[in-house]
Structure formats: C-alpha cells, structure tokens
C-alpha cells in the first residue's frame, strides 16, 4: 500500500518577510476570524482561554491591528484627535506624549490637528478634520477645549471628546480639571512667605480662561494677607518668551522696581531672565522669579526656576484614556482631576533690605 502525502499542518506560520493576517491568527490559533476580531477589540463574549491562547500567537508571529482596516470592518475609526491652539511647544509636545502613554498597546492612533481659534473658520476646519479622518474622539486642547461652540459643534455630530481646562466646563465625564487657580495662589504664599510685598504679575493672554484662573488665584491669595497690586503692576503678555521680554522691560525700567514677579508660564518667565541679565539684575539676590509649568526650561535656565507643575503629560494621558473608555462605561466616569503644586528651586530669596 502506498502512503498518501499528509496535507500541510494548520499550524504552519506565514512565510519568512510575510506579516500576518487576521486571516493567519484564525488559521493558526483554530478560531473563526469573527472571534479574532472579537479578541482584538476587547469583547467580553470570548472565553478568558481562548483570549490567552489567540493573543499569545499573535506577540509570538508580532501580529499588529491595522487601525484603518479595522475601520472599515467595524465602522468606525480607531483614531483619536488632538485639537489645540496653543503657542507653547513644548506644552503641546508633553501632551502628545501623555496620550501616546495611554494609547500604547490599545490598538488607536494619535493623529493632530493645530488650529488658529482666532480665525472665523476654524470650527468648519476642525468639522472637516473629524468627518474625514472618521475619528474615534478628540482631545480639546485649551485654548480650543475652553471654546464652548467648538465642543457643541463636536456634540452635534456625534463625535466624543474630552477637555483638558482650568476649571470645569462640562460634563464629569469629558472634563479633566487642572485647578490653575490653586497653583497660582500657591506661588503667591511663597512669595509671601519669603517676605516680599513688592510684587508684580506677568499675565497670559486675556483670551485664555486659564490667564484667567492663574490671575485670580494669585491676586485673591495676596488679598488674603492685605497685599493689593496696582495695575502698574500686572502686565499682560501672550504666553511666548517675546511677549515675557516685553513685559520685563516694562516692569524693569523704573527706579523703583518689584522685588518678585509672577509669570503665567515658564516661557514668559524665560524673557524676565533675559531682561533681568541685560540690565545687570541679580537673580535671585535682587529679583526673585516663579513661572507656571515646569516645563523642562525650569530646570535649565540659571539659576533654576521655581514654577508651579501641572503634570502635561498625565494629563494627556487620562485626557485619551477617557475617550477609549467612553465606549464601554461612560456612565461611570467623572471628572479627572490635576492637582498643581509648586517646585522650588533656586529663583527665589528673601528680598534685599
């Protein structure tokens, strides 16, 4: 009798430089593709084996989701969106960074969009960046996220989103709060502390709710302890070392000039330095200085900045958790919550007597 051939096992793996299919995980693992699909987008309706022994084979053959495939299998994008309209770099950087920690391993993308919430198109703009990409969510971004047409806009057409703020502006469950105010106010009792009374603030923009909340934090917390600052006082500027340059010849080129100043941010607080140097001030000795942030500038400029931190990246990272999560439980979520404190560092003494 002759032996008939066996046909090719079903475990064979894809050939060497061929990346796996879902139709290769379902071959080889003895599954139908539907439970593949089913495992790789979480469904509770497959056995914890099953799961254990599907996912194994695809680490094993390094098997990777495409996003925009399983788009179109299941209708719906798997990209989340990034809107902002913000002049700091590196606070957009560390965002990014943030939600990329959360989207890791998740089987979504990040994808950004830069706007200009100035421009009298800019909501059909981030309409059109929504509808085409057909994105999953969106992470608002303040300024944007602080602009109630743009969320009502999202909410019209049914796309999710979350917003990152200085203070609550919708519902728990797509906001995260970063308490501005309280960091502010935590840098003007330090400076208090430190005995200074002759105190200047260096504002954001007044188009910014969080130039707002730093503000009110700081002045409010000054009030608390008898000190109110003359108008000639508080400057404002636009976020951007340029605009803190601006500022700090301003407040610097009196006789009789503050002895601490408050800056909305670290960049600002970077262009009181470069004043301060060029008109022969001692920092901290003659004038001591906070910024907002701590961004890596803080730590790099000399002497260090003292700057109240906010955590941009863990911000950014529950900011997009929360929209992943929104499509199982979104009842059960509420507002996150950022909590700023002040790091100390070298910018700062007891003024001159």
């Keep these: 009798m002759t032996s008939r051939s066996k046909p090719d096992a079903p475990s064979a793996r894809p050939a060497m430089g061929k990346a796996a299919t879902i139709n290769d995980i379902a071959r080889l693992s003895g599954v139908s593709k539907k439970t593949v699909s089913r495992i790789i987008n979480n469904s509770p309706l497959v056995r914890k084996d099953t799961r254990d022994k599907v996912e194994a084979l695809m680490r094993e053959v390094g098997y990777v989701p495409d996003p925009m495939a399983r788009g179109l299998a299941f209708r719906r994008s798997f990209l989340i969106g990034m809107v902002y309209d913000n002049p700091t770099a590196q606070y957009i950087v560390n965002m990014q960074y943030g939600a990329l920690d959360a989207l890791r391993d998740s089987g979504f993308e990040l994808v950004v969009h830069p706007c200009d919430s100035r421009s009298p198109g800019y909501i059909d703009g981030v309409r059109r960046f929504v509808q085409q990409q057909k994105l999953h969510g969106v992470m608002l971004i303040p300024r ?33 709060v970063t308490h501005d105010r309280n960091g502010a106010a935590e840098a003007a009792e330090y400076l208090l502390s430190l005995g200074h009374t002759d105190i200047a603030l260096i504002t954001g923009p007044n188009a ?40 700090a010849e301003a407040l610097l080129a009196g006789k009789r000039r503050p002895t601490a100043i408050f800056t909305g941010n670290d960049e600002m607080a970077a262009g009181v ?47 997009a958790e929360m929209l992943i999560q929104h499509q199982d439980n979104s009842a059960a979520l509420s507002a996150a919550s950022i909590r700023p404190h002040l790091i100390i560092r070298d910018s700062c003494q007891p003024p001159e007597a």
């Design 144 to 176: 944007a996220s602080e602009d109630q047409a743009l969320a009502d806009m999202l909410a019209d057409i049914g796309c999710r989103y979350t917003r990152i703020a200085s203070v609550a502006m919708d519902e728990p469950a797509r906001m995260v």
């Design 208 to 247: 910014y709710r969080s130039a707002h909340e730093r503000t009110a934090g700081f002045l409010e917390a000054l009030a608390a302890r008898g000190i109110e600052l003359p108008k000639s006082r508080i400057v404002e500027a636009g976020y951007t070392f340029e605009s803190g340059v601006l500022a």
């Design 273 to 319: 330095y470069k004043v301060a140097l060029r008109a022969g001030i001692s920092i901290p000795r003659q004038l001591s200085i906070i910024g907002f942030d701590d961004s890596p500038l803080a730590s790099r400029l000399w002497p260090s900045l003292t700057s109240v931190r906010r955590h941009t990246r863990d911000t950014g990272r529950i900011a």
